[in-house]
């Protein structure tokens, strides 16, 4: 999708940040900056596009009913908070979307709902059939009881996961900061950066933490991180503020605009990549490491050194070189408890001493992706 195409894009995800919803640290849910995210997905519903709105805001707006000045730096307090605020939060969406006559949703979901392959179709089943009715689905992950999820950092890896998730033809990340800027943009000089079509030419550019309200847990890394994840699937990514967000949408060149890849990455190498979670690591030498990355072949038992970690076979490693860097993600088709005994050796010498269904990659090419 080009830029000059965003106007028309069918299905839209919005993510709105918490930052963007509050305030300043320590303030109540602001009912002028839901109206406006409202006012803007009901402007795109009402030329047709379907959309769906990742909110972040449940921890921050259960701040000042808690009596808190700032987020709580300990987890159960994150958890008690979220629990507080997202009833208000949802609250406040479906009373401000009634004013269009259109209906919202809550739609909690975890880490391991986009992890676990039949969670990820159930989540998907439940959002196309949403979509269908003309329903607003307002997702937010579940921080009542969630941990990983809480830590990860503002829901913008989140929205990034469910655009690929509904195949969406546009992800919007509003911030509280209205583009990528090429220095940091408290800097005098500092220019916003209009598009991204390759990430090469972003490489040099500091980013930071969260952002300046203090409420929130992601930043800029997280803003792009979204970027790659969507960009990757041929998802367009609009970075913009909630005070342009509805002109970008509508095609102003405001923000900045991340193209999506004409050759997309599959699906479930995406989902390898940034939603599955390793549970051991394969350490390579460097010349299993020269063959992955340069040649792209399968990785076996001959380049592996060590292995670390407790994983069966259909479990999610990470493939680590001889410096400790970690190169790729892949599918092992072994147990972490069969592989001591295979290291350094080749198929073939394995086949003979251990039987013939030892003669088959650790990690096949088409179960691995590179980092």
């Given at each position: 999708?080009?830029?000059?195409?965003?106007?028309?894009?069918?299905?839209?995800?919005?993510?709105?940040?918490?930052?963007?919803?509050?305030?300043?640290?320590?303030?109540?849910?602001?009912?002028?900056?839901?109206?406006?995210?409202?006012?803007?997905?009901?402007a795109a519903k009402s030329r047709g596009a379907e959309v769906l709105v990742v909110s972040s805001g449940a921890i921050a707006a259960g701040l000042a009913p808690l009596g808190l000045t700032a987020r709580p730096k300990d987890l159960a307090t994150q958890q008690a908070a979220a629990s507080v605020g997202q009833g208000l939060l949802?609250?406040?969406?479906?009373?401000?979307?009634?004013?269009?006559?259109?209906?919202?949703?809550?739609?909690?979901?975890?880490?391991?709902?986009?992890?676990?392959?039949?969670?990820?179709?159930?989540?998907?089943?439940?959002?196309?059939?949403?979509?269908?009715?003309?329903?607003?689905?307002?997702?937010?992950?579940?921080?009542?009881?969630?941990?990983?999820?809480?830590?990860?950092?503002?829901?913008?890896?989140?929205?990034?996961?469910?655009?690929?998730?509904?195949?969406?033809?546009?992800?919007?990340?509003?911030?509280?900061?209205?583009?990528?800027y090429d220095i940091d943009p408290s800097q005098a000089g500092a220019k916003a950066i209009s598009e991204v079509t390759d990430f090469a030419d972003i490489a040099a550019i500091e980013v930071g933490g969260a952002g300046s309200a203090g409420v929130g847990s992601g930043g800029m890394v997280t803003k792009i991180e979204a970027a790659?994840?969507?960009?990757?699937?041929?998802?367009?990514?609009?970075?913009?503020?909630?005070?342009?967000?509805?002109?970008?949408?509508?095609?102003?060149?405001?923000?900045?605009?991340?193209?999506?890849?004409?050759?997309?990455?599959?699906?479930?190498?995406?989902?390898?990549?940034?939603?599955?979670?390793?549970?051991?690591?394969?350490?390579?030498?460097?010349?299993?490491?020269?063959?992955?990355?340069?040649?792209?072949?399968?990785?076996?038992?001959?380049?592996?050194?060590?292995?670390?970690?407790?994983?069966?076979?259909?479990?999610?490693?990470?493939?680590?070189?001889?410096?400790?860097?970690?190169?790729?993600?892949?599918?092992?088709?072994?147990?972490?408890?069969?592989?001591?005994?295979?290291?350094?050796?080749?198929?073939?010498?394995?086949?003979?001493?251990?039987?013939?269904?030892?003669?088959?990659?650790?990690?096949?090419?088409?179960?691995?992706?590179?980092?």
């Amino acid at each position: 999708m080009a830029r000059n195409s965003i106007a028309s894009a069918k299905r839209i995800v919005i993510k709105i940040g918490s930052s963007s919803l509050t305030g300043n640290a320590g303030s109540a849910l602001d009912p002028a900056a839901v109206e406006k995210i409202v006012a803007i997905v009901a402007a795109a519903k009402s030329r047709g596009a379907e959309v769906l709105v990742v909110s972040s805001g449940a921890i921050a707006a259960g701040l000042a009913p808690l009596g808190l000045t700032a987020r709580p730096k300990d987890l159960a307090t994150q958890q008690a908070a979220a629990s507080v605020g997202q009833g208000l939060l949802i609250h406040r969406y479906t009373e401000s979307f009634a004013q269009y006559s259109i209906t919202a949703s809550q739609v909690l979901i975890t880490t391991e709902d986009i992890v676990r392959r039949v969670h990820y179709q159930n989540v998907q089943r439940t959002l196309f059939k949403l979509l269908q009715l003309g329903v607003v689905p307002i997702i937010n992950e579940n921080d009542s009881v969630g941990t990983q999820e809480i830590r990860f950092g503002d829901n913008d890896r989140l929205a990034a996961l469910v655009a690929l998730l509904i195949d969406a033809d546009l992800l919007v990340l509003v911030s509280d900061i209205d583009a990528l800027y090429d220095i940091d943009p408290s800097q005098a000089g500092a220019k916003a950066i209009s598009e991204v079509t390759d990430f090469a030419d972003i490489a040099a550019i500091e980013v930071g933490g969260a952002g300046s309200a203090g409420v929130g847990s992601g930043g800029m890394v997280t803003k792009i991180e979204a970027a790659r994840i969507a960009t990757g699937a041929g998802i367009s990514m609009l970075l913009t503020s909630l005070e342009q967000a509805g002109q970008s949408i509508a095609g102003a060149e405001l923000g900045t605009y991340f193209q999506g890849q004409e050759r997309k990455t599959t699906s479930r190498l995406l989902w390898l990549a940034h939603a599955s979670t390793p549970q051991g690591k394969l350490i390579l030498d460097a010349g299993a490491v020269k063959a992955i990355c340069e040649r792209g072949t399968s990785l076996l038992p001959a380049g592996v050194t060590a292995v670390e970690g407790t994983f069966i076979a259909g479990d999610t490693v990470e493939l680590v070189g001889p410096d400790g860097k970690v190169i790729a993600r892949g599918l092992v088709a072994f147990d972490a408890i069969e592989l001591p005994v295979m290291l350094g050796r080749s198929t073939k010498e394995l086949a003979a001493a251990l039987g013939p269904e030892y003669e088959r990659e650790l990690v096949h090419r088409d179960d691995l992706v590179l980092l």
